[in-house]
């Protein structure tokens, strides 16, 4: 069985930086690729970043490009997401999520683990 379990979630103000960890165990961590959603209260959950199994490879929504940075580290079973330059628009349930599959994938249907997810608040 695989848990993932999110932190560094909390408030911050607009322009400030967080960067939240996501630590899994279970079935081999390196050999899957891991993504970051985001769920804003009233909306639905969106895709904000993935990064295939290596690290070598990245992908990341428009609303974060340039911003946000998905980084992993296979021998700590973890991968991060590092915010910067966070606008209240950010504000969100922030959830990390772990496929079957190698390489990376913006679908939600395309991950099969999820966390509990980490809550991010950004003060205006």
């Known amino acids: 069985q695989v848990q993932l379990v999110e932190s560094g979630g909390g408030l911050v103000q607009a322009g400030g930086s967080l960067r939240l960890s996501c630590a899994r165990s279970?079935?081999?961590?390196?050999?899957?690729?891991m993504g970051w959603f985001r769920q804003a209260p009233g909306e639905e959950r969106v895709f904000v970043a993935s990064?295939?199994?290596?690290?070598?490879?990245?992908d990341y929504a428009d609303s974060v490009k340039g911003r946000f940075t998905i980084s992993r580290d296979n021998a700590k079973n973890t991968v991060y997401l590092q915010m910067n330059s966070l606008k209240p628009e950010d504000t969100a349930v922030y959830s990390c999520?772990?496929?079957?599959?190698?390489?990376?994938?913006?679908?939600?249907?395309?991950?099969?683990?999820w966390g509990q997810g980490t809550q991010v608040t950004v003060s205006s």
């Open positions: 999520a772990a496929r079957l599959e190698l390489g990376i994938a913006r679908r939600i249907n395309d991950y099969y683990y």
């Open positions: 279970g079935r081999t961590f390196s050999s899957a690729a």
């Open positions: 990064i295939n199994w290596r690290g070598g490879m990245t």
